[in-house]
């Protein structure tokens, strides 16, 4: 496959899944904003700036508006095309992605895609989400279920699958992490500070609720809510499909599948990177990760995953940028030696620059 | 009722003759339309749009900031041909590709037709896109235009003519099998009974066309579309095509030349291309050669097609065959080359270059089409009984001064078809015609095409970026 086109399809997956997360984040705000007995101005806010710190940016947020509020923060992360992670941003880029590897996805693929694109640019859905901010965030849901739906039905077992599941597990591993740290400051006094908050089972319920994961949580541990198991839950758990564990694996297996790698070795960068953060979930407690600060886990986390995604982009997409003048000039030198001796080509080490955890990747 | 209060005027109109009746070839469409509403009629034209929309089978508007797309206005009222006429043409057009390419192959060769003083050889010299750099190069199969889409229109006797040749990137192909697909679905019950020939086969005709052409007869030949990207108007139709083909749709950016081959960028590393269907104009394939401010072409492109180790359709250098000056010569080529007379004739032309003609065409100009001789897409036009005295007179001026890039022709009364028009009624709208033909080991012509319809009313002017539309063109098995 053409590199431009895996790495469409790797995008197009990572956006889709972006989208995903950021609509169900703040419809999940949104919805428990009604839980809490007194709502002022400076609740609405601790409730509000979280996401934006977590999921945007926030010199851009102040930047566009004066205050944090219900209004101003969904706005931005869902319909504001300066902010490239709004669920808008995302589909833009989702289907420009897309369109770029049309001849290597199946057709109802691309018309899921570009349906959900006409959907969010008319201006009934802009009404829409206006009116029924809750009808507005499931339809963006349920047209990414629809197209995970589609891509294990339509999509040939290769490289083309194994391209988008990594982009779709890496994204859902960085969300799940990123929901974590949106409350882990409620997390971390919850477990290891003196008292109880009031609230801390509303946060904790909204953390599960953000991550689709409030119902298999009570499967599995029904003795009730609890901080720390909600957080070794999303982290650590390795049968729920959002915990970053279990996306984790799944991208490593994808990965490997490319090379035919088994676990425990690595034949290139990016393997090595992920069986290395692998092993580290497989072997960690949740002890450890409170000792150490939950949130500082999560950014080391983050930055790990963040090396992942370069080291794919390294070891699968990159090609040195070709410099259009020199490579003309070595066309005419050939042209002039017509008896050229083969050339050995040699790449040479990308200059992508290593992201800090706090901000997402951008393609 | 669709058709009760419709009027043919003085014009040839495709579906009824000059008495109001009603030709054989359109009786069946004529009942099932008859059993349509006006509403039934909106409603299925609005779900035909819908999925238009839906697909993404879009163009891009040029200019627009926010890169709006638009879909390719489609009329629902589809135009026939007939088995009869269709073979008619089909002769013409097969005979004429023929000698475009013995004529290509000549110019870039022993030049006979210009040493035999058929053609002047001033005018193959100065042609614009003629391109001396490729004489005697060879041409896997010796064939320059694999794929041409020749725009034909119909007189006001209803007589078939060539209006021009387009043997660089016709496009609009992908248009004519989503229109097909657009009626199928809109009228499930009609095609049956109506004995429409079938489109589907283009893209594996096209395949077989491009794998004849591998270098060196190769068996299995790596074959990929190049576009400029997916900010291009055609976009769309180069997925589509690539798509339909199951080859790969690359940019010049995924290829790069190395020892005189050509390579594609993959996940596994270099692999090597064998035919490329260019839809990139000659000027921007490789900067090395061509425009150096190119960011669309591959350095070195030229070099690995000149070593024989790609194949390009269409070759370099078939855009002197679509200059307007070499148009009027086609019929003398195909007397040269073939010692045949025209099947298909071709609008009477004046050469500016010609001091008769010249003379006829300043007298004349506001009653003539004038027209630049390397333009395409309607543009670079005078349409004379339309224009104002200023746009004669500015013409008249561009004439003098550039006589080589001026041909004339007198205007054409276009016929005409019935056409869905806003005022929900029927319509005559002037319409042409574009045939797609593939040459390779055999002449393969598309039994269908664009029609293409001047949507505003009195138009003659068919172009999608000026207000065209288009109609899906059946071809019967039969005459009705």
Same mark, same amino acid.
């Given at each position: 496959?053409?590199?431009?086109?895996?790495?469409?399809?790797?995008?197009?997956?990572r956006? =889709?899944?972006?989208?995903?997360?950021?609509?169900?984040?703040?419809d999940?705000?949104l919805?428990?904003?009604?839980?809490?007995?007194?709502?002022?101005?400076?609740?609405?806010?601790?409730?509000?700036? #979280? /996401?934006?710190?977590?999921?945007?940016d926030?010199? /851009?947020?102040?930047?566009?508006?004066?205050k944090?509020?219900?209004?101003?923060?969904?706005?931005?992360?869902?319909?504001?095309e300066?902010? #490239?992670?709004?669920?808008?941003?995302?589909?833009?880029s989702?289907?420009?992605?897309?369109?770029?590897?049309?001849?290597?996805?199946?057709?109802?693929m691309?018309?899921?895609?570009?349906?959900?694109?006409?959907?969010?640019?008319?201006?009934?859905t802009?009404? /829409?989400?206006?009116?029924?901010?809750?009808?507005?965030?499931?339809?963006?849901?349920?047209?990414?279920?629809?197209?995970?739906g589609?891509?294990?039905a339509?999509t040939?077992?290769?490289?083309?699958?194994?391209f988008?599941?990594?982009?779709?597990?890496l994204?859902?591993?960085?969300?799940?992490?990123?929901?974590?740290?949106?409350?882990?400051?409620?997390?971390?006094?919850? !477990?290891?500070?003196?008292e109880?908050?009031?609230?801390?089972?509303?946060?904790?319920?909204?953390?599960?609720?953000?991550?689709?994961?409030?119902?298999?949580?009570?499967?599995?541990? !029904?003795?009730g809510?609890?901080?720390?198991?909600?957080?070794?839950?999303?982290?650590?758990?390795?049968s729920? #499909?959002?915990?970053?564990?279990f996306?984790?694996?799944?991208?490593?297996?994808? =990965?490997?599948?490319?090379?035919?790698?088994?676990?425990?070795?690595?034949?290139?960068?990016a393997e090595?990177?992920?069986?290395?953060?692998?092993?580290?979930?497989?072997?960690?407690?949740?002890?450890e990760?409170?000792a150490?600060? /939950?949130?500082?886990?999560?950014?080391?986390?983050?930055?790990?995953l963040?090396?992942?995604?370069?080291?794919?982009?390294?070891?699968y997409?990159?090609?040195?940028?070709?410099?259009?003048?020199?490579e003309?000039?070595?066309?005419?030198?050939?042209?002039?030696?017509?008896?050229s001796?083969?050339?050995?080509?040699?790449?040479?080490?990308?200059?992508?620059?290593? +992201?800090?955890p706090?901000?997402? +990747? +951008?393609? | 009722?669709?058709?009760?209060?419709?009027?043919?005027?003085?014009?040839?109109?495709?579906m009824?003759?000059?008495?109001?009746?009603?030709?054989?070839?359109?009786?069946?469409?004529?009942?099932?339309?008859?059993?349509?509403g006006?509403?039934?009629?909106?409603?299925?034209?609005?779900?035909?749009?819908?999925?238009f *929309?839906?697909?993404?089978?879009?163009?891009?508007?040029?200019?627009?900031?926010?890169?709006?797309?638009?879909?390719?206005?489609?009329?629902?009222?589809?135009?026939?041909?007939?088995?009869?006429?269709?073979?008619?043409?089909?002769?013409?057009?097969?005979?004429r590709?023929?000698?475009?390419?013995?004529?290509?192959?000549?110019?870039?060769?022993e030049?006979?037709?210009?040493?035999?003083?058929?053609?002047?050889?001033?005018?193959?010299?100065?042609?614009?896109?003629?391109?001396?750099?490729?004489?005697?190069?060879?041409?896997?199969r010796?064939?320059?235009?694999?794929?041409?889409?020749?725009?034909?229109?119909?007189?006001?006797?209803?007589?078939?003519?060539?209006?021009?040749?387009?043997?660089?990137?016709?496009?609009?192909?992908?248009?004519v099998l989503?229109?097909?697909?657009?009626?199928?679905?809109?009228?499930?019950?009609?095609?049956? %009974?109506?004995g429409?020939?079938?489109?589907?086969?283009?893209?594996?005709?096209?395949?077989?066309?491009?794998?004849?052409?591998?270098?060196?007869?190769?068996?299995?030949?790596?074959?990929?579309?190049l576009?400029?990207?997916i900010?291009n108007?055609?976009?769309?139709e180069?997925?589509?095509?690539?798509?339909?083909?199951?080859?790969?749709?690359?940019?010049?950016?995924?290829?790069?030349?190395?020892?005189?081959?050509?390579?594609?960028?993959?996940?596994?590393?270099?692999?090597?291309?064998d035919?490329?269907?260019?839809?990139i104009d000659?000027?921007?394939?490789?900067?090395c050669v061509?425009?150096?401010?190119?960011?669309?072409?591959?350095?070195?492109?030229?070099?690995?097609y000149?070593?024989?180790?790609?194949?390009?359709?269409?070759?370099?250098?078939?855009?002197?065959?679509?200059?307007?000056? *070499?148009?009027?010569?086609?019929?003398?080529?195909?007397k040269f080359? &073939?010692?045949?007379?025209?099947?298909?004739?071709?609008?009477?032309?004046?050469?500016?270059?010609?001091?008769?003609?010249?003379?006829?065409? &300043?007298?004349?100009?506001?009653?003539?089409?004038?027209?630049?001789a390397?333009?395409?897409?309607?543009y670079?036009?005078?349409?004379?009984?339309?224009?104002?005295?200023?746009?004669?007179?500015?013409?008249q001026?561009?004439?003098?001064?550039?006589? %080589?890039?001026?041909?004339?022709?007198?205007?054409?009364?276009?016929?005409r078809?019935?056409?869905?028009?806003?005022?929900?009624?029927?319509?005559?709208?002037?319409?042409?015609?574009?045939?797609?033909?593939?040459?390779?080991?055999?002449?393969?012509?598309?039994?269908g095409?664009?029609?293409?319809?001047a949507?505003?009313?009195?138009?003659?002017?068919?172009?999608?970026?000026?207000?065209?539309?288009?109609?899906?063109t059946?071809?019967?098995?039969?005459?009705?």
């Open positions: 496959m053409l590199s431009r086109v895996a790495n469409s399809l790797f995008w197009m997956s956006y =889709l899944e972006r989208a995903e997360n950021v609509s169900r984040i703040v999940v705000n919805q428990s904003l009604l839980d809490y007995k007194t709502l002022d101005d400076k609740r609405i806010k601790e409730q509000w700036e #979280p /996401l934006v710190n977590t999921l945007g926030d010199e /851009l947020f102040r930047s566009l508006y004066k944090s509020d219900s209004h101003s923060v969904t706005e931005f992360l869902t319909y504001n300066e902010n #490239p992670n709004s669920i808008l941003s995302c589909i833009i989702a289907r420009h992605n897309a369109r770029a590897a049309r001849d290597q996805i199946a057709l109802e691309w018309e899921e895609v570009n349906r959900l694109y006409l959907f969010i640019r008319s201006k009934e802009k009404k /829409l989400w206006q009116e029924s901010p809750y009808d507005f965030y499931r339809e963006i849901k349920q047209s990414s279920y629809k197209l995970q589609l891509t294990s339509t040939i077992h290769g490289i083309n699958l194994e988008m599941m990594m982009g779709r597990f994204e859902r591993a960085d969300m799940t992490s990123r929901i974590l740290d949106v409350k882990h400051r409620t997390l971390q006094d919850a !477990v290891c500070g003196p109880e908050d009031n609230n801390t089972m509303i946060e904790c319920a909204a953390v599960l609720r953000s991550s689709s994961a409030y119902e298999a949580y009570q499967h599995t541990y !029904v003795s809510v609890a901080p720390k198991k909600v957080a070794e839950f999303l982290l650590l758990s390795d729920f #499909p959002r915990s970053l564990r996306c984790v694996r799944t991208f490593d297996h994808f =990965l490997r599948k490319m090379t035919g790698s088994d676990p425990g070795y690595f034949r290139n960068e090595k990177l992920s069986g290395r953060l692998l092993a580290e979930l497989n072997y960690t407690t949740m002890n990760v409170f150490m600060g /939950l949130h500082e886990y999560l950014d080391h986390v983050q930055l790990k963040s090396d992942v995604g370069v080291a794919i982009f390294e070891t997409i990159f090609y040195q940028q070709t410099d259009l003048a020199k003309i000039e070595y066309q005419k030198q050939q042209q002039s030696q017509s008896q001796q083969s050339q050995s080509q040699s790449q040479s080490q990308s200059q992508s620059q290593h +992201q800090t706090r901000q997402k +990747q +951008q393609q | 009722m669709l058709f009760s209060k419709y009027q043919a005027e003085e014009f040839f109109d495709e009824f003759t000059a008495e109001g009746q009603v030709r054989p070839h359109y009786k069946s469409l004529q009942n099932r339309f008859d059993q349509l006006v509403n039934e009629f909106d409603q299925k034209r609005q779900a035909v749009d819908l999925s *929309m839906r697909m993404g089978v879009t163009f891009t508007v040029y200019g627009d900031s926010e890169g709006t797309e638009r879909i390719f206005p489609f009329d629902l009222v589809p135009r026939i041909i007939p088995n009869k006429e269709w073979e008619y043409l089909q002769r013409g057009l097969e005979q590709i023929t000698a475009l390419n013995m004529f290509l192959h000549d110019i870039y060769h030049q006979r037709i210009l040493k035999e003083g058929i053609i002047p050889a001033s005018y193959v010299l100065t042609a614009k896109h003629f391109r001396p750099e490729f004489m005697n190069c060879k041409v896997m010796d064939i320059y235009i694999h794929i041409c889409g020749t725009d034909l229109i119909r007189d006001d006797k209803g007589q078939y003519l060539v209006l021009e040749d387009n043997g660089r990137c016709p496009s609009g192909v992908s248009y989503e229109n097909r697909q657009a009626m199928r679905r809109a009228f499930p019950n009609l095609f049956e %009974r109506a429409v020939r079938p489109v589907d086969n283009y893209a594996s005709d096209l395949l077989n066309t491009l794998r004849y052409v591998a270098p060196n007869g190769k068996d299995n030949p790596t074959i990929a579309v576009t400029p990207g900010y108007s055609a976009y769309f180069h997925t589509f095509l690539a798509k339909e083909m199951g080859v790969h749709i690359v940019e010049g950016g995924d290829l790069v030349v190395r020892d005189s081959k050509v390579f594609m960028r993959t996940t596994k590393g270099l692999e090597q291309v035919v490329i269907y260019r839809r000659d000027d921007f394939l490789d900067p061509f425009r150096p401010d190119s960011a669309l072409g591959i350095p070195g492109l030229v070099n690995a000149r070593a024989g180790n790609v194949s390009l359709a269409n070759a370099i250098g078939t855009g002197v065959a679509d200059d307007k000056v *070499m148009y009027y010569f086609v019929p003398r080529m195909i080359y &073939l010692g045949q007379d025209p099947i298909i004739p071709n609008v009477p032309t004046y050469l500016a270059t010609e001091k008769e003609d010249l003379k006829y065409m &300043l007298e004349n100009t506001a009653k003539l089409v004038v027209k630049a390397n333009e395409a897409g309607g670079g036009m005078l349409i004379g009984p339309k224009a104002t005295a200023a746009e004669v007179k500015d013409f001026a561009r004439i003098k001064a550039e006589p %080589r890039n001026y041909i004339a022709q007198p205007t054409i009364s276009l016929s078809h019935p056409t869905y028009s806003d005022l929900s009624q029927m319509e005559g709208r002037h319409i042409d015609f574009r045939p797609y033909i593939l040459y390779g080991d055999k002449i393969r012509i598309m039994p095409g664009l029609t293409r319809v949507l505003k009313k009195g138009s003659l002017v068919v172009n999608s970026s000026q207000g065209g539309g288009s109609k899906d059946w071809v019967l098995y039969g005459d009705e």
